[in-house]
Antibody, heavy 120, light 107 residues
């Protein structure tokens, strides 16, 4: 079964750091680009970051550029998001998502999400 | 950045109704548009990609179409499990952007 499982969320103070992880299973992880998408409480979806299958290409939303870093370890089938200088507006459920098998950036598999709360 | 708008924030409908949800891109995106369904407390689910391609396992009552920068998701006969929020997303260029969502609720 194709599965994505996020971890690492929690409560962090403004200015703090947090590292999210996503464990993939049931498919050839290195063959698929991946992304993080977030959803603030009661709000819509916001794409955060993406990474190519081999990790050579990384992409970021302007709202997180310079603060967040996406990475992957294809030997461990894991996707990470290092979040620094966190702000209250980063509070959201963070979803790990797999890009579809074509080269277009839509998402065919999603994890359940992990909640990040930035508050003092 | 490409802005995505959805014509209605909510739609009230009854079981068996035909429901149409529209999405507009601020500039041309070819047919690089996806539709997702999201239920409360759950992750989004891909329904349609490249504007009109039905994702595997999605019921055929869902369909998508495109006309220029306007895109439509149609549910031909609304079922109880279809009450949810629907989002469009452009896949043409970074940053990827979603529409604000359209909630389909019970009339």
């Amino acid at each position: 079964e194709v599965q994505l499982l996020e971890s690492g969320g929690g409560l962090v103070q403004p200015g703090g750091s947090l590292r999210l992880s996503c464990a993939a299973s049931g498919f050839t992880f290195s063959s698929f680009a991946m992304s993080w998408v977030r959803q603030a409480p009661g709000k819509g979806l916001e794409w955060v970051s993406g990474i190519s299958g081999n990790g050579a290409g990384t992409y970021y939303a302007d709202s997180v550029k310079g603060r967040f870093t996406i990475s992957r370890d294809n030997s461990k089938n894991t996707l990470d998001l290092q979040m620094n200088s966190l702000r209250a507006e980063d509070t959201a459920v963070y979803y790990c998502a797999r890009r579809g098998p074509e080269t277009y950036w839509y998402f065919d598999v999603w994890g359940r999400g992990t909640l990040v709360t930035v508050s003092s | 950045d490409i802005q995505m708008t959805q014509s209605a924030s909510s739609v009230s409908a009854s079981v068996g109704d035909r429901v149409t949800i529209t999405c507009r891109a601020s500039q041309g995106i070819s047919s690089l548009l996806a539709w997702y369904q999201q239920k409360p407390g759950k992750a989004p689910k891909l329904l349609i990609y490249t504007a009109s391609s039905l994702q595997s396992g999605v019921p055929s009552r869902f369909s998508g179409s495109a006309s220029g920068t306007d895109f439509t998701l149609t549910i031909s006969s609304l079922q109880p499990e279809d009450f949810a929020t629907y989002y469009c997303q452009q896949a043409n260029s970074f940053p990827l952007t979603f529409g604000p969502g359209t909630k389909v609720d019970i009339k």
